[in-house]
């Protein structure tokens, strides 16, 4: 008997999921390993934190244009 509808797609499934108990534990960094580690996830860390505030600087700044060139139109067209 053919398998059809939801339980093939249930078969096709489980063909594709597999456990590998072979699986490695990971490997045990020295004291150094981890410092260096460490060090380069801190320094990373600081980069992106550099960048998220110079990018919400300039949206701020650009924010801060675009309202000043609106509150100008409006004020242009109340005199008009």
């Not at 534990?25 to 981890?34: F, G, N």
């Amino acid at each position: 008997m053919p398998v059809t509808g939801t339980l093939r797609r249930f078969v096709r499934c489980k063909r594709m999921t597999t456990y590998d108990s072979t699986a490695r534990s990971p490997r045990v960094l020295t004291p150094e390993e981890r410092k260096a580690r460490d060090a380069q996830r801190r320094a990373d860390a600081e980069q992106a934190m550099r960048e998220h505030e110079q990018a919400q600087r300039a949206f701020q700044s650009n924010l801060e244009r675009l309202r000043a060139e609106r509150l100008a139109r409006e004020a242009g067209a109340k005199s008009d």
